[in-house]
């Protein structure tokens, strides 16, 4: 039954100087990964596992641990531990979360929470290299993958560049802004990691004190014109960043 715990296939070597709890972590990695496991799909608990395998409750607790760890795996009260939603793997380039999650096979929805015109603060005047107490467009949004909430996304922009409210709740904010002639051509981002707000944390639908990875980013466009500055958070247990490095 769909319901019952999933009993993954697990060929332990016991005489192989590789640990059972990292024999058995693999095992559970590569049925997730090939799709055995989907999303959502709870696993036996780990005095389950342990019998069944004949091994000890410590090496089935640590197995599943280092899974929880690695965000493939999740634990939850009264239900027990699961695979985790697909996680979003960004790379860090120059594009919008909705292309990416359209991309990848996500469907993205976006909720308008916030779309106001008031004078920018000092911080938002200087990143769009505004006049002071110039007007500015303060947009805040709640991202969804497939019907889940991933993002918190705050940008500001000058008024005259500005998409309107309807446009930003049937497309990403890049996508909108191509449709008025504007292209991002380049950005200054900074990447980082918090935990969320109480407020965060109840957009996103999740606990108190979850951990946020956070992106900070003004975008330009080929003349050099500031155009937008945005803070956003993302679900650390759902997104990712990832690069490529060159060595000099």
Known sequence: MADDPAVVRVELDRSSPVPL?????????????TGSLPPGRRLENEIALAKRLRVSRPTARRALQ??????MLVRKR???????????RRKVDL???YDDLQRSGRHPTTSVLEYSVAPGTAEVIEALEL???ADVVTIRRIRLADGEPLALMTNHLALEVAPSYEELGESGLYHALRQRGVEIHMAHQQIGARIATASEARLLEEKPKVALLTMERTAYDAAGRAIEHGQHVYL?????????????
């Not at 709890?21 to 990964?33: D, G, N, R, V």
């Not at 009264?78 to 979003?88: D, E, I, N, S």
């Not at 650390?236 to 000099?248: E, I, V």
């Open 21 to 33: 709890y990292h024999q058995l972590a693999t095992a559970i990695e590569h049925a997730i990964e």
């Open 66 to 71: 280092e899974l929880v760890d690695l965000g």
């Open 78 to 88: 009264g239900v027990g531990t699961q695979v985790a939603p697909v996680r979003v």
């Open 95 to 97: 594009s919008s979360l």
């Open 131 to 133: 006049p002071a107490e």
């Open 236 to 248: 650390a247990s759902r997104y990712s960043f990832s690069t490529t490095l060159f060595a000099s």
